[in-house]
């Protein structure tokens, strides 16, 4: 019996891949960090999946939506869990089940949940490196050859700040519930006046969604000093759009 021709079709197109970087950049008044985005992926994938005569279809399992934040701030949460399937020519195929997850103020939830899972899809399925060796093995962003998904790990001199480790994320939300509990807040409440914070300040990935671990180390002390100093009078009132880093805490 001949081998399923999707296990070879698959194996041509995570060597013809390479890595994919993070080739975009968030503005410098955030941190200047690099990140990956939809667009990198699709540029990075569809040569090879072409070249290899290798489609990829999604079936999305369970959708969940709920709505979060007060009704003048309101957010959709959207979660998906998505089964892609990769097939060749001869009916074979190999299928990958993952979860995505994206927020929106408007009608983007949906859109950026699936893109979240695709991306993990694809990194975790094909295990598409995401750093390269050495500047001299990576291809020229410019050339249009078979490799022309190649990219290198990060742009050139990108300024970046290291994000906060998972026990200082640990530490913020503990010193919130503390605090919410000792002003008689709901910790639900203190959790959406930081997240609301994090996407004021630009803590948001790629798809933006807003995340504590994606605050800078500069900024945690200062943000960390803000959440203790909550009383109900100042958690009640709403800081004004036009509020400095990290009153918005």
């Known amino acids: ?15 013809e891949i390479g890595a994919i970087g993070k080739g975009q950049q968030a503005p410098s008044v955030i941190g200047g960090y690099a990140f990956r985005g939809i667009d ?18 999604p079936n999305v399992r369970q959708f969940h939506q709920e709505v979060f934040g007060p009704p ?44 979240s899972a695709f991306k993990v899809a694809i ?31 990060k742009p050139a001199e990108i300024p970046t700040q290291k994000t906060i480790t998972k026990a200082q994320n640990g530490k913020l939300f503990a010193v919130m519930r503390a605090k919410c509990k000792d002003i008689d807040i709901p910790a639900e409440d203190g959790e959406h006046r930081i997240m609301t914070a994090c996407e004021k300040m630009g803590f948001t990935d790629d798809e933006g969604v807003p995340s504590t671990m994606l605050i800078t180390k ?32």
């Open 72 to 115: 003048e701030k309101a957010q959709m949460l959207v979660t998906v869990e998505v089964e892609y399937t990769f097939w060749a020519e001869d009916g074979s195929n190999l299928s990958a089940c993952v979860l995505g997850q994206g927020a929106d103020k408007n009608d983007k939830a949906s859109n950026k949940a699936m893109s």
């Open 218 to 249: 500069p900024h945690f002390d200062a943000i960390l000093a803000k959440i203790e100093a909550w009383t109900p009078e100042t958690f009640l009132a709403a800081p004004p759009a036009d509020a400095p880093e990290p009153e918005v805490f």
């Open 123 to 153: 990194f975790q399925a094909l295990c598409v490196p995401t750093q390269e060796g050495s500047d001299s093995e990576r291809d020229d962003v410019g050339n249009l050859g078979p490799s022309q998904g190649r990219r290198s790990s």
């Open 40 to 57: 990198d992926v699709y540029n990075a994938l569809q040569p090879a999946l072409t070249a290899h005569g290798v489609i990829v279809t």
């Open 1 to 15: 019996m001949a081998e399923p021709l999707i296990y070879q079709k698959l194996t041509a197109v995570m060597k």
